[in-house]
């Protein structure tokens, strides 16, 4: 590895700016704790497993009205049921190959209002007075990109009148109205955003994100079976966790909580019990050199070789993937031997084929000599606030990977997190040796 350039672009970082035009809660200050003692509004999201069926529904239902009875009151959002969503997207595959975003938008939100309509049946049946609303009635505001639209404003007018009266708000996640409007989705796993920015919004004292598994671990629990729940972590934790293939929350709801100040206690609707609270970080809070380990098999590596090493050749190159609005995450530039180098960068795998095109028609502008995809690739990474003043985190993560016989392709770094690109078929393996180097299990 010598003799390369390794950018640090920090993935946690390049998202910072996004949803940051919430305009009712510019100063809204932090609240101490996270905890469900002393909490008057709580926001209740539920994922697509915590609803799946009817029995879940009543589960859920059972939940909301018990959290009621401690004089809390309750915002819901939900997810649509189980995996409607992958079936609806897959109807309109089988469909047509043309997808205009505003229909396929208009037939993803039908998602969320089932198992919303259902959930406020359920609730009736319990004596629990309780409304569905869609993200537009609940005025939630976006942009015009369909099936990812971003968040510009939450009017939250009827939500506050409804728990006015005592009753229930329970919202679509993942939907809001443009300001052209017409109806447009948040990007897959959306309903955590939509938490989130109603817990902004109504000014709510925590934002409960129930889900399948009982928190946030130190690796998968599948990869790695001594993974454990961690009870606590700060914002800039779970934000590189999110960023680097932890799938619990989405990245996007976390950097709105970050923003917002909203406290998020992450936790499973099968068990009930605790699981873990993002928060701000306290000098109160344990700072593990290594929280957890993370691996991402979702990017693709391009590398274009024989690049002349010029001024402005890397600045090309980047203009032109971001011009088409991909981003790019690890970087790395070989010193160049003769007057020529390779650049080779991650992307998205989603993306890859408009990076090749972009690479492909800069080689013979810029003079280099080829393209080569490679999408055989994964990211592994530790993540650990205590990093910061811990040196020797690197050399013991890629003495454990030498030692394992895992090569190292490209490397990238934030002050609190490493993450090595590694081959896909090493990634398991990584994670666990890693997980033992670190001695996280327990
Ligand atoms: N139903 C949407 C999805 O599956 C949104 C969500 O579940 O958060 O992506
Ligand atoms: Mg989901």
Redesign the pocket.
């Known amino acids: 590895m010598q003799g390369k350039a390794h950018t640090r672009a920090s993935r946690a970082g390049k998202h910072t700016c996004g949803d940051s035009a919430l305009r009712q809660t510019g100063r809204r200050t932090s609240r101490p704790g996270g905890r469900l003692a002393g909490v008057t509004l709580v926001v209740q999201k539920f994922?697509?497993t915590s609803v799946a069926d009817a029995d879940r529904i009543r589960a859920v239902a059972d939940h909301i009205a018990r959290t009621r009875r401690t004089g809390t009151s309750v915002i819901v959002v939900v997810?649509?049921m189980g995996k409607t969503?992958d079936g609806l997207i897959r109807l309109a595959e089988d469909v047509s190959r043309v997808r205009p975003g505003r229909e396929l938008d208009m037939l993803l939100t039908a998602?969320?209002r089932i198992s919303m309509s259902l959930l406020c049946m359920a609730l009736a049946e319990l004596g629990v007075p309780a409304a569905s609303f869609t993200g537009s009635q609940a005025g939630i505001i976006t942009d015009t990109t369909h099936t990812k639209a971003r968040i510009l404003e939450v009017k939250g007018d009827r939500l506050r009148e409804s728990l006015a009266q005592g009753v229930v708000p329970v919202v679509a996640?993942?939907q809001g109205v443009s300001s052209a409007r017409d109806v447009t989705t948040l990007g897959?796993?959306?309903?955590?955003t939509t938490a989130v920015a109603l817990a902004a919004a109504l000014e709510a004292d925590l934002c409960e994100i129930y889900t399948d598994v009982s928190g946030v671990f130190t690796a998968d629990p599948r990869v790695v079976p001594t993974a454990h729940r961690i009870p606590r972590i700060s914002f800039e934790e779970m934000l590189e966790i999110a960023a680097t293939g932890g799938k619990v929350l989405a990245l996007r709801s976390v950097e709105f909580a970050r923003n917002h100040h909203v406290p998020l206690h992450v936790r499973s609707s099968f068990t009930w019990e605790p699981g873990t609270v993002v928060s701000e970080e306290d000098s109160s809070m344990e700072q593990p050199i290594v929280s957890s380990v993370t691996s991402d098999s979702t990017e693709a590596k391009v590398t274009i070789t024989g690049v002349p090493d010029q001024p402005g050749i890397a600045a090309s190159v980047f203009r032109g993937l971001a011009d088409r609005a991909i981003n790019v995450d690890v970087i790395v530039q070989n010193t160049s031997h003769h007057g020529t180098t390779d650049i080779s960068f991650t992307v998205p795998r989603s993306d890859l084929e408009g990076s090749l095109e972009v690479a492909e028609q800069l080689v013979p502008r810029l003079g280099a000599v080829s393209v080569i995809a490679d999408d055989d690739v994964a990211t592994v990474s530790l993540v650990g606030a205590g990093m910061r003043t811990h040196p020797g985190v690197t050399a013991t993560m890629f003495e454990t990977l030498a030692v394992a016989g895992i090569n190292i392709e490209m490397i990238s770094t934030s002050p609190i997190r490493i993450s090595c690109l590694v081959r896909a078929e090493h990634a398991e393996r990584a994670v666990q040796v890693l997980h033992a180097a670190f001695e996280l299990g327990g």
């Open positions: 994922g697509g997810s649509a969503t998602g969320e996640g993942f897959r796993g959306g309903s955590d």
